[in-house]
């Protein structure tokens, strides 16, 4: 199982990007699934999550400008981010929780996509 991030750039400080992550390979079912970040010298933040039934959950610092959201059929997550400040510059992560048959329930993390955000 993979999990495939895409749509991070580079951005003008006010501006937006939106982020897609697709998982694929052979699963059952996907529960919660979430975006994290990582700015140089920093721990991996959480930035949002979301159940499968669409119960979503933010980082202070992104209320109100980022929306989490998902296509449960397309088994992929997105994140758009408006009104985006230098401070949400990092790398960013998807992660989500997989169940697959001879292994339960696990987390998968994607591979990370940066964003920058110039001001």
């Known amino acids: 199982v993979q999990l495939q991030a895409s749509g991070g750039g580079l951005v003008q400080r006010g501006g937006s990007l939106r982020l897609s992550c697709a998982a694929s390979?052979?699963?059952?079912?996907?529960?919660?699934m979430g975006w994290y970040r990582q700015a140089p010298g920093n721990q991996r933040e959480l930035v949002a999550t979301?159940?499968?039934?669409?119960?979503?959950k933010y980082a202070d610092s992104v209320k109100g400008r980022f929306t989490i959201s998902r296509d449960n059929a397309k088994n992929t997550v997105y994140l758009q981010m408006n009104k985006m400040r230098p401070e949400d510059s990092a790398v960013y992560y998807c992660?989500?929780?997989?169940?697959?048959?001879?292994?339960?329930?696990?987390?998968?993390w994607g591979q990370g996509t940066q964003v920058t955000v110039s001001s």
């Open positions: 992660n989500a929780e997989i169940y697959s048959a001879g292994e339960g329930w696990y987390t998968r």
């Open positions: 390979g052979s699963f059952f079912s996907v529960d919660r």
């Open positions: 979301i159940s499968h039934g669409g119960s979503t």
